[in-house]
């Protein structure tokens, strides 16, 4: 239901230490003006495990059409962060704009929240039936269905790295058509990603809100990415900084470990300063300002990736 908007790999190359105040790369083209679609409900009726039926309970994508060219464009589902307790709408909006810029479209994800009651796998399953709509519904969106991935940014990188390693490939039986859909991403990008979630590693707040007081030891494991992550993780971006004090480093340093015993591919940023939630450099983006260096070099590797 449509409704009006509303109210590589080596060790050496794992880290790459970067001075924000040096040598920037030159500012990016203006980007042309966009606007949202629309609002587009994942389910039409309640939402499996709803616990009522206010707009928190509703999760939602909101779709940023790219500006058409010629044929169908790529497609990312944003994952704003907020420690699974809130919604960063300069991690939701914001991007979106700046991926129209780059010829792609944008579906911002209201995915429930642990501050609301909500826990796992209720936010996995919110952005994994996101996908899905987007590949279902891509003749609507002009969208082609083998180039959707995800993009987040802390509790939204976790989230987003949560649906690279559980995303499958739909249920072929499934009396919903949406859900004969894949929700694997084809691409993830993460954004000073919360990645683990075991008690010494993680974001605590993000923790808590996720998986309550005192999830199992198995639990943690699962979806800690540097343990979790597996051979068939799709190609990964991720940038952090040396100087964020909220989300630990380590643990994402990890995960490039990992991958690269996997043989999976990524490409890892850190750079030396910036704090937590930086996003993309600038509040609000509005296409004429300098963005952070860590879009320069993902618009590169989305190119090195066919989106």
């Given at each position: 239901?449509?409704?009006?908007?509303?109210?590589?790999?080596?060790?050496?190359?794992?880290?790459?230490?970067?001075?924000?105040?040096?040598?920037?790369?030159?500012?990016?083209?203006?980007?042309m003006a966009s606007e949202a679609a629309?609002?587009?409900?994942?389910?039409?009726?309640?939402?499996?495990?709803?616990?009522?039926?206010?707009?928190?309970?509703?999760?939602?994508?909101?779709?940023?059409?790219?500006?058409?060219?010629?044929?169908?464009?790529?497609?990312?589902?944003?994952?704003?962060?907020?420690?699974?307790?809130?919604?960063?709408?300069?991690?939701?909006?914001?991007?979106a704009r700046w991926l129209n810029s780059?010829?792609?479209?944008?579906?911002?994800?209201?995915?429930?929240?642990?501050?609301?009651?909500?826990?796992?796998?209720?936010?996995?399953?919110?952005?994994?039936?996101?996908?899905?709509?987007?590949?279902?519904?891509?003749?609507?969106?002009?969208?082609?269905?083998?180039?959707?991935?995800?993009?987040?940014?802390?509790?939204?990188?976790?989230?987003?790295?949560?649906?690279?390693?559980?995303?499958?490939?739909?249920?072929?039986?499934?009396?919903?058509?949406?859900?004969?859909?894949?929700?694997?991403?084809?691409?993830?990008?993460?954004?000073?990603?919360?990645?683990?979630?075991?008690?010494?590693?993680?974001?605590?707040?993000?923790?808590?809100?996720?998986?309550?007081?005192?999830?199992?030891?198995?639990?943690?494991?699962?979806?800690?990415?540097?343990?979790?992550?597996?051979?068939?993780?799709?190609?990964?971006?991720?940038?952090?900084?040396?100087?964020?004090?909220?989300?630990?480093?380590?643990?994402?340093?990890?995960?490039?470990?990992?991958?690269?015993?996997?043989?999976?591919?990524?490409?890892l940023h850190v750079y030396e300063t910036?704090?937590?939630?930086?996003?993309?450099?600038?509040?609000?983006?509005?296409?004429?300002?300098?963005?952070?260096?860590?879009?320069?070099?993902?618009?590169?590797?989305?190119?090195?990736?066919?989106?």
């Open positions: 239901m449509l409704i009006p908007p509303a109210c590589s790999t080596t060790l050496a190359t794992l880290v790459l230490l970067a001075a924000t105040a040096v040598a920037q790369p030159p500012a990016p083209p203006p980007m629309g609002v587009i409900r994942l389910w039409e009726a309640a939402a499996p495990g709803a616990l009522g039926d206010a707009d928190h309970d509703t999760p939602v994508i909101t779709w940023w059409p790219a500006k058409q060219a010629v044929g169908a464009s790529a497609a990312l589902v944003v994952c704003p962060g907020g420690g699974y307790g809130a919604l960063a709408d300069h991690e939701g909006t914001d991007y780059q010829g792609i479209s944008a579906f911002v994800l209201r995915y429930r929240l642990g501050s609301k009651g909500y826990r796992h796998p209720v936010m996995l399953g919110d952005v994994a039936r996101a996908i899905r709509l987007v590949r279902h519904d891509a003749e609507k969106f002009k969208v082609e269905p083998t180039r959707v991935g995800v993009i987040g940014s802390s509790a939204g990188g976790h989230l987003a790295l949560t649906a690279c390693l559980k995303g499958d490939e739909g249920n072929p039986e499934a009396a919903d058509p949406i859900d004969r859909q894949s929700s694997r991403p084809a691409v993830g990008v993460l954004c000073y990603p919360v990645v683990s979630m075991m008690p010494d590693k993680t974001h605590g707040g993000s923790r808590k809100n996720l998986l309550g007081d005192a999830p199992s030891e198995e639990l943690s494991r699962e979806l800690s990415g540097e343990l979790a992550a597996h051979d068939k993780t799709p190609p990964l971006f991720i940038w952090h900084t040396f100087e964020d004090a909220a989300v630990k480093l380590e643990p994402i340093l990890e995960l490039g470990i990992r991958l690269k015993s996997l043989g999976r591919p990524y490409e910036g704090r937590h939630g930086l996003g993309l450099g600038v509040r609000p983006y509005d296409g004429t300002k300098q963005l952070h260096p860590w879009t320069v070099e993902c618009e590169r590797w989305l190119g090195t990736q066919g989106f």
